[in-house]
């Protein structure tokens, strides 16, 4: 039987908060540091995508979403990996991908835009702070390190604010209709430098709306497309992905795999892509909240709490994963139905962010998480 004592004994605890690291100073130069913020809207299933295959209860409580990992990546003795993900799994073994489990921002309802916007401003509600963390970092880093873009047709929550960012896409295709923008595109048929700056946006509003999209093909140009922007020494430092399509409410099972497979392209691609620069490239992929840990009627998962978050680069302090883990009996979970999350998303990102750009964590924190201000980042996430 899972003791959970025991459990956090194996080392799972060791990275967690750490209220200050005295090795760390204000960042006074410019480094060569990426850093990709993916976010999955629609409240992705962490036990989907990293599944407790060591909890008792594990295999009762999923059925048939649990059979997906008999040929998944064993992550350690407690969880493995979705099947889907093969590119992950070969950063996991390379130390170069860390999964944290039984995670969640501050907010503790269930509705799909108030959980994204407090996981976008970083606040303890919903709409209670007015800009985005991703923009608040670019006040504590160096101004050279200070560009960022959104690979989407908007400038998401997280990337608004006071600093100026870029966004790839034209902010009103998402308003278009389907007619407008083919008539927009005869009309350019006949230009050159026109019709292919239209094709790229086009492509881009595509991209960014599914992973599962032509069998995860799109996904893996997103990645590519990524990589682009952020390799120039001129170009963007930070980026952020738009992703869909993790609602899954009916057939679960099928659509996740779909979903899974187009991010770990994504992934893959934007590591090839940036070559030599992976070493100083950090991927954070999280969601605004989990899923019901019972399957429902329909062979999907309903909206819950709890879930997991990633993270991708050369200087990932990887092959682990991170977790406080709850368990998953009955009396275990939250509210009687949802993962109960252990870890504050947003020590985690601090933690992460601050340890990949060289800021103090406490201000990190203050700047990126106001309201959780007082929260110990969570240290150890990157070599060092």
Do not use: C
Not at 10 to 22: H, I, K, N, Q, R
Not at 366 to 380: R, V
Request: no cysteine; proline share 4%; hydrophobic share 45%.
């Amino acid at each position: 039987m899972l003791d959970r004592r025991s459990f956090l004994s194996t080392g799972t605890l060791g990275v967690l908060a750490s209220a200050f690291a005295p090795r760390i100073a204000f960042a006074r130069a410019a480094t060569d540091k990426r850093f990709v913020f993916v976010i999955q809207r629609g409240a992705a299933d962490g036990l989907g995508m990293i599944g407790a295959v060591g909890d008792p209860a594990f295999a009762g409580v999923r059925g048939d979403l649990a059979t997906d990992f008999a040929t998944g990546t064993k992550l350690d003795g407690m969880f493995a990996l979705h099947p889907a993900m093969t590119a992950s799994a070969g950063l996991y073994k390379q130390g170069q991908a860390l999964f944290a489990h039984a995670i969640a921002s501050p907010y503790r309802d269930r509705s799909h835009f108030d959980g994204q916007n407090v996981l976008e401003t970083g606040g303890a509600s919903a709409y209670q702070v007015r800009d985005g963390w991703l923009n608040r970092l670019l006040g504590v880093l160096p101004v050279e390190e200070a560009r960022a873009i959104a690979v989407a047709a908007t400038v998401p929550m997280a990337l608004r604010g006071l600093r100026e960012v870029a966004s790839y896409a034209p902010s009103n295709l998402p308003d278009a209709s389907d007619d407008l923008l083919q008539r927009v595109a005869m009309l350019y048929d006949g230009d050159q430098q026109l019709h292919g700056l239209w094709s790229e946006a086009m492509a881009t509003r595509q991209l960014t709306s599914d992973l599962a999209q032509d069998g995860g093909r799109n996904a893996a140009a997103t990645g590519a497309l990524a990589a682009r922007l952020l390799k120039p020494d001129t170009g963007a430092r930070i980026a952020m992905i738009e992703t869909g399509g993790w609602d899954t409410h009916t057939g679960q099972r099928g659509r996740l795999t779909a979903q899974l497979k187009g991010l770990d392209a994504m992934v893959a691609s934007l590591q090839a892509g940036l070559g030599p620069l992976w070493a100083d490239t950090m991927v954070l992929v999280a969601t605004e909240f989990g899923r019901t840990v019972a399957v429902n009627g329909t062979g999907g998962t309903d909206h819950g709490t709890g879930t997991a978050a990633m993270l991708f680069g050369g200087g990932v302090k990887g092959g682990r994963v991170v977790s406080d883990w709850p368990g998953l009996a009955p009396a275990a979970l939250y509210e009687a139905r949802d993962l109960k999350p252990t870890m504050q998303l947003d020590a985690f990102i601090g933690g992460a962010v601050s340890s990949h750009f060289g800021v103090e964590p406490a201000r990190a924190m203050a700047a990126l998480f106001p309201a959780s201000a007082k929260t110990a980042a969570i240290d150890g996430l990157v070599r060092v």
